[in-house]
């Protein structure tokens, strides 16, 4: 895992970056209506746990907050401050709303990146799988607090039923969230976990590759 940001890094964080934006587009677009306030089914997060394992905690942030960023380019939907009763949410509601469900939403999926340590000192193969899985999968489920926190105020004030849920409390916010936040954490997990098992070249950088190499050499003399 790199510790600084070289030129080398940052043009692999911009390839994942741009490859999650269009799977998140894809499966916008794929699952457009099903979901009438946002939300759809894909791998859009698994670059992002691609690049937050083979590269660290912090490239694993930023390349989710550019997708946040690109992603917004694209539209967004805010709740307009005058709906709110009090004066701070007529004022800062838009604000917190937008940090939630756009700025946070694909950042903290970056998260996972904090697992990258134990995973490259796996000693083997399941150990590894493990924590590639738990820490996908806690990336995906921050994902979904920030939705749900989001829509906890201001998703069911202009929704029809879903599910057959339609209140003011955080049961719409969970139900509706969680019907694809966490079907998306479990799946990206999934195949995080494929990856680590047969393609665990994705996640290692060159350079630990060669190390990983002469450390065998030098066990098997």
């Known amino acids: 895992m790199e510790k600084k940001f070289s030129t080398r890094v940052i043009v692999e964080i911009a390839i994942f970056a741009a490859i999650a934006v269009s799977l998140d ?9 099903i979901w009438a ?21 912090l490239s694993g942030l930023l390349c989710g907050l550019i997708v946040s960023i690109v992603q917004m380019l694209g539209g967004i939907y805010v709740i307009q401050g005058s709906t709110f009763d009090n004066a701070f949410m007529q004022a800062m509601g838009p604000f917190i709303q937008i940090m939630l469900d756009y700025v946070l939403a694909y950042t903290v ?3 996972a990146g904090a697992f990258a340590g134990l995973y490259a000192k ?16 806690i990336g995906g489920f921050l ?4 939705h ?15 599910w057959g ?8 916010s969970l139900v509706y969230n969680g019907t694809y936040c966490i079907p998306n954490a ?7 976990g494929l990856i680590a098992k047969f393609y665990p070249q994705l996640l290692t950088t060159e350079k630990e590759s060669q190390e990983a190499e002469v450390k065998e050499e030098k066990t098997n003399e």
Do not use: H
């Open 165 to 172: 849920v339609n209140d003011t409390t955080w049961v719409y």
């Open 37 to 57: 306030n946002g939300g759809s089914l894909g791998i859009a997060m698994v670059p992002i746990f691609i690049i937050a394992y083979r590269r660290g905690l």
């Open 186 to 192: 479990i799946l990206c997990s999934v195949i995080m």
């Open 109 to 111: 999926v970056g998260f």
């Open 122 to 137: 796996g000693k083997d193969l399941k150990t590894k799988i493990i924590w590639i899985v738990v820490g996908s999968f």
């Open 143 to 146: 994902k979904f607090l920030c």
């Open 25 to 33: 587009f894809i499966q916008g677009s794929f699952f457009k209506g």
């Open 148 to 162: 749900f926190f989001a829509g906890f105020f201001w998703l069911n004030m202009y929704n029809e039923p879903f």
